[in-house]
């Protein structure tokens, strides 16, 4: 199995941080000790400290708090190796917040990572689509996310590389989410040049659950967990079902099954998981539509213009995490196998390619793939300076089934094309934290990926092999801390995979003679960060950041053409502020804003604005409770206008949308909980395009105009569960 892209890194340096501020230095006051971000299997009571380990870390320990639901994982006391160097922008959210903040999809729970937006355009089964840092993500291009040490994103996907459909998550479940951001880290390979985000799961419940949901437009959720101890480990055991239509003219009728079989045994530091988990869905979609539909009076806000939009997919997975400590140092083993079916029918611009039988196409995605990510980690001294060495290979192989098909009404019309894929990639890497005094500690880095694949298509001319390799040096710098305060710097290079079908590509597959040019399998991508982060209040955590992120170019294959489009050498420069307040132990009030300028660097007279990409983003929110008694949450989220197409002449509206929490816990373990979405009822959408379609009796080139996916209204969701 071949893999660069792994799943989540399995360091084994800790992470001192509150429950969630950024990763803390050593010399700090004592502070929260979770498991490593990056490090299998995660969670379990450390019986020991490792051995040989020279830098220690000096943060006191202590056991995470539960989750709303009653969620926990074992006590994690570490006494431990080093922490690794990182960036002002590195952070770790618990699962206890995850959960603290009401949000209307399980993808909304990521938006807890600072400058996150999850939106969705399309049914409540299709992946996400994410923006950060200036960047439009698409469906996770660029975003690497992992579950469980598994990789989300696909490569070469039918719908569009790095697709990551987080659906299956079940947040209840969450250990932790942990976030680093730009390409620093010698550990993230593909997908991560944005930023690379690690949700784990716990091992353990500190109680079973039981809950069911009610909401409005049709939604209904029923949650079963527990976990219980067999023989020398621990079982656990989750059941989620969900049926949703939305306010949708054309209900999405969602029919999810989901559940989670793991089973753990030992340390932090010694010891296994195995887990595995199935998840099932089927829906149907309201996709975008023509913003002069609406105005026309032909549909309203949440009418469609091709009811017969949906699709179906899966997810089946087995995976396993082994690590074990020595003299020699610690090692870590994870491994994954993952069986993944969709299958999607869009329409998007309804008569403008063909005028008699509409424009509907569907998109195929069946695969089987799998991988590994080993490491070792070892303490060392050079002239007294304390050292610690990491090296590791990650490995991932695909073997795909992917398709594009012209469909009416789900029916098929035509093939555009049918391919077989086999796609593996390898990554090796090392990085050595130096701790050169008290106040000073570096990291230098570098990885050498290597991608290869074959692909076989129905038009042997866009059949063939495609390989490539690319190194990647990374850097870090601590400085600090005074007065509570660190400063970081960090740089490195990283890398962008295309689909491999664009590398093989010579002829258009609609007509089989158009020539294509091919584009290069890798792409190169450069970034920087200067940060500070500092506890100088008393119960504030804030870091501020200053980010460049260069692309070479950020060519796509377009899954809704099948072939590839091309794009310019880009540039975004940003800040991120981010912030945490604890006044009181029942209070906690957070606030992150993030601003990206986002162009790009070539001379074009269409234009230098980069479509889709955000200035301005940012989210306020205030939970408040304890583990009895009345809690609640208010939360803000502020998603600013973005240019439609290069010349900033088309421009998308701004959103602000609230959701809010009230609920009761009593001392039973009983919760009733009610959460209200869209507080206020913005009348705003999720996502917009400007882009040329065609309605019935429009003229035969079509209309340029501007297409939305409205945010659902005001909803209120009620729910009951019990703690046992």
């Not at 940060?531 to 950041?545: F, N, V």
């Not at 408040?624 to 989220?637: E, P, Q, S, Y």
Request: net charge neutral; with cysteine.
């Amino acid at each position: 199995m071949f893999s660069a892209a792994a799943s989540s890194a399995l360091c084994t340096l800790p992470i001192a941080a509150q429950e969630r501020s950024l990763v803390a230095p050593a010399e700090l006051p004592p502070v929260a000790v979770a498991a490593p971000e990056d490090q299998h299997p995660k969670r379990l009571t450390r019986k020991r400290p490792p051995k040989g380990g020279a830098l220690r870390n000096r943060a006191a320990a202590r056991t995470e708090s539960p989750t709303e639901s009653g969620v926990v994982a074992n006590a994690a006391p570490i006494g431990a190796p080093a922490l690794q160097p990182t960036a002002a922008s590195a952070i770790r959210i618990s699962g206890r917040e995850v959960n603290a903040i009401p949000f209307s999809r399980p993808g909304e729970a990521l938006e807890v990572v600072p400058g996150l937006i999850v939106t969705q355009h399309s049914g409540e089964g299709k992946a996400n689509q994410y923006f950060l840092r200036g960047f439009n993500l698409d469906h996770g291009t660029d975003l690497a996310i992992s579950v469980d040490g598994m990789p989300v994103n696909m490569p070469t996907h039918g719908h569009g590389q790095g697709y990551a459909d987080i659906n299956f998550l079940i947040p209840e479940l969450i250990q932790s989410v942990n976030v680093r951001k730009g390409p620093y880290f010698a550990d993230q390979g593909d997908f991560a040049s944005a930023g690379a985000v690690a949700i784990d799961y716990v091992n353990k419940l500190q109680h079973n659950i039981a809950e069911i949901s009610f909401g409005s437009f049709g939604y209904r959720r029923a949650l079963a967990a527990g976990s219980s101890r067999v023989d020398d480990g621990t079982l656990l055991a989750a059941v989620e079902a969900a049926k949703y239509d939305g306010p949708w003219d054309v209900p999405d009728d969602v029919r999810k099954l989901n559940g989670v079989l793991r089973y753990s045994q030992g340390t932090v530091t010694d010891g296994l998981t195995l887990a595995a988990m199935a998840y099932s869905n089927g829906w149907n979609s309201t996709d975008q539509v023509a913003q002069r539909a609406i105005d026309q009076g032909l549909i309203n806000r949440f009418g469609t213009l091709d009811p017969t939009d949906g699709g179906r997919s899966s997810r089946f997975s087995l995976s396993g995490n082994w690590a074990q400590s020595g003299d020699y140092g610690q090692t870590n083993i994870s491994t994954y196998v993952v069986r993944s079916d969709l299958r999607l029918f869009n329409d998007f611009t309804y008569f403008l390619d063909t005028p008699l039988n509409g424009d509907q196409f569907s998109q195929l995605d069946r695969r089987s793939f799998g991988g590994i990510d080993a490491r070792h980690t070892f303490d060392w001294r050079f002239a007294g300076v304390e050292a610690q060495t990491r090296v590791g290979v990650q490995s991932r192989y695909d073997d795909i089934h992917v398709g594009l098909f012209k469909t009416e009404q789900r029916t098929w019309l035509s093939t555009v094309r049918d391919d077989r894929v086999q796609e593996g990639n390898v990554g090796l890497w090392t990085d050595t934290t130096m701790r050169w005094t008290d106040w000073l500690r570096t990291t230098i880095g570098i990885r050498e990926d290597f991608f290869a694949g074959h692909v076989f298509s129905d038009a042997p001319q866009n059949s063939g092999n495609a390989q490539a390799s690319m190194a990647s040096p990374k850097t870090g710098l601590v400085l600090g801390p005074w007065y509570k305060t660190e400063f970081y710097g960090n740089a490195g290079y990283g890398l962008h995979s295309n689909d491999i079908r664009g590398a093989t590509i010579t002829v258009d597959p609609n007509d089989k003679v158009t020539p294509l040019d091919r584009v290069p399998l890798l792409v190169r991508s450069r970034g920087a960060e200067l940060g500070i982060r500092t506890r100088a209040i008393e119960g504030l955590t804030s870091s501020l950041a200053l980010f460049v992120l260069d692309f070479d170019s950020e060519l796509l294959f377009v899954g809704d053409a099948g072939t590839t489009e091309p794009s310019r050498p880009s540039r975004r420069v940003g800040v991120e502020w981010t912030n945490q307040y604890k006044p009181l132990p029942w209070m906690t009030v957070d606030l992150d804003v993030a601003h990206t300028r986002a162009r790009f660097t070539d001379f074009d007279p269409a234009g230098a604005r980069i479509p889709g990409a955000p200035a301005w983003v940012a989210s306020g929110a205030v939970t408040l409770g304890g583990d009895t008694g009345w809690f609640g949450t208010l939360k803000a989220r502020y998603f600013g206008p973005r240019p439609l197409i290069e010349d900033d002449s088309v421009r998308s509206r701004s959103s602000l949308i609230f959701n809010a929490r009230a609920g009761y816990r009593f001392d039973n373990g009983l919760r009733l909980q009610l959460d209200v979405l869209n507080l206020f009822n913005a009348q705003t959408n999720q996502i917009e395009y400007f882009y040329l379609s065609r309605l019935p009796g429009e003229p035969i080139d079509g209309v340029a105009d501007r297409h939305v996916h409205p945010a659902e209204p005001l909803a209120v969701r009620l729910t009951v569960a019990a703690r046992f």
